[in-house]
């Protein structure tokens, strides 16, 4: 079973920006897609960008625009760029490939 860990949340002001990563324990992206997932208190956990293996993206609704999600295949991680951030953004973010959960990192945007 694939080992998935995000990092890079925290604090941030409305419109401020926040990069977070997902390590793989092995060489996945290059033959699996992944995807980032986010929870907000008290809500259903809503899928926010997908990743192929071939680098094609898509992303919610509601973070199209904003959100970047990329790879980095020789480092076997998978990163989300998030700019102009809202309060509405606040969650905890998961990554998910291959059955297999990270442990979550929070995001907080708050003034």
């Known amino acids: 079973q694939v080992q998935l860990v995000e990092s890079g949340g925290g604090l941030v002001q409305p419109g401020g920006s926040l990069r977070l990563s997902c390590a793989a324990s092995?060489?996945?992206?290059?033959?699996?897609?992944m995807n980032w997932y986010r929870q907000a208190p008290g809500k259903q956990r809503e899928l926010v960008a997908t990743i192929s293996s071939a680098g094609s993206t898509n992303y919610a609704a509601s973070v199209k625009g904003r959100f970047t999600i990329s790879k980095d295949n020789a480092k076997n991680t998978v990163f989300l760029q998030m700019d102009s951030l809202k309060p509405e953004d606040t969650a905890v973010y998961y990554c998910?490939?291959?059955?297999?959960w990270g442990q979550g990192t929070q995001v907080n945007v708050s003034s």
């Open positions: 998910y490939c291959l059955s297999s």
């Open positions: 092995g060489s996945i992206f290059r033959s699996h897609g």
